[in-house]
């Protein structure tokens, strides 16, 4: 039986595995459409990021970033073969220097010199020109170029801007562009602001729902009105396990630090699946310290969105028929 020496071993663990792929078995590895990241042709739900070298095998719920633990997780290696493999291979290996990415400073989109497009959109989509009007007016709402992107800006306590969500008005098959500014702080998430004083703040999942819901109650500004930029929650139907709970949202955490005034979170999460799990999730977290308000959409599967448009596609079947009826 062979054995292992604590050299062999301190040699082996410091070969990483994105590293050990590349050079042995390129042929296993696939772009994914992520920056830096790629996947195993036979195991779709395996990712790597080639610079920091950390993988999740997502379907085993295993990671890590060496090569011998790669070889023994996904491989199903013995530790003797694997360490004796990767000592044979590559006996005086070296790690190669990496150098953290530098983080680009945040700048917004260029603006167009109108928000014509994005209001046709938001119009399209049930959403008010009071409501539009009045976030264009605080600066966290606009049109940018060359693309004609709806731009939903979050700013800092100093009313500048550190975050935006970009929303592309034009669906190609049903799937518009949506995307986070590079360098965006999900702390500082899009957040419409009340006119006066509030105790409230009204959490959604998206930008555009803050909108929505907004048009629905009739442009009103007696609350705040945060978009948590998206949860993770599992998928219906999939394994969880039941000490596994949903982490703080960092934007809301941030918006309850610098808001002490506030004391009711009225939860506006979409009525699906997920939507109704992280609106259990968020009860738990904070119904020991706020007023708590569950209030999704009436109809299961909705989300805000969906009731703006529906309720403005009642008003125009109601408008035409009072049309035919003169």
């Known amino acids: 039986m062979a054995w292992v020496t604590e050299e062999e071993y301190e040699a082996a663990k410091l070969i990483r595995a994105y590293d050990y ?18 996947q195993l042709r036979d195991h779709e739900s395996f990712k790597i990021n080639e610079i920091t070298s950390k993988w999740h095998w997502k379907s085993r719920d295993i990671g890590g970033m060496s090569a011998l633990r790669f070889l ?13 493999l990767l000592c044979d291979e590559r006996p005086a290996y070296v790690p190669r220097e990496t150098k953290e990415p530098e983080k680009k400073p945040f700048v917004l989109p260029k603006p167009n010199g109108n ?28 049109e940018s170029v060359p693309y004609h992107n709806a731009v939903f800006v979050g700013m800092d306590e100093n009313e ?43 959490v959604y999942e998206a930008s555009i729902d803050t909108l929505a819901h907004m048009t629905l109650e009739e442009g009103k500004k007696d609350k705040y009105r945060l978009s948590l930029g998206g949860i993770s929650a599992p998928k219906e139907g999939t394994e969880w396990k039941n000490d596994k709970q949903m982490k ?35 009860k738990k977290h904070y119904e020991k310290e706020y007023q708590i308000f569950c209030n999704l959409p009436s109809i299961e599967g909705a989300d805000y969105g969906d009731m703006a448009k529906r309720a403005l596609e009642t008003e125009k079947s109601r408008e035409q028929s009072a049309g035919r009826g003169r």
């Open 21 to 38: 792929l590349q050079s042995h078995q390129p042929g296993r590895l696939v772009k994914t459409r992520t920056r830096n990241e790629w």
């Open 72 to 84: 023994m997780q996904v491989d199903g290696m013995e530790y003797t073969e694997a360490v004796k």
């Open 248 to 282: 703080r949202p960092d934007a809301l955490e941030h918006f309850l630090k610098e808001h002490p005034e506030v004391q009711e979170i009225e939860i506006c999460t979409d009525n699906d699946f997920a939507g109704r799990w992280a609106c259990e999730q968020l």
């Open 160 to 202: 500048r801007a550190r975050y935006a969500f970009l929303r592309g008005i034009y669906d190609n098959r049903g799937k518009g562009f949506k995307m986070e500014q590079e360098s965006s702080q999900k702390k500082y998430c899009f957040c419409v602001p009340p006119q006066g004083m509030s105790r409230r703040v009204a």
């Open 115 to 142: 928000c014509v497009r994005i209001r046709r959109y938001l119009n399209h989509r049930g959403i008010s020109d009071a409501v539009i009007d009045y976030c264009i007016q605080l600066g966290i709402l606009y």
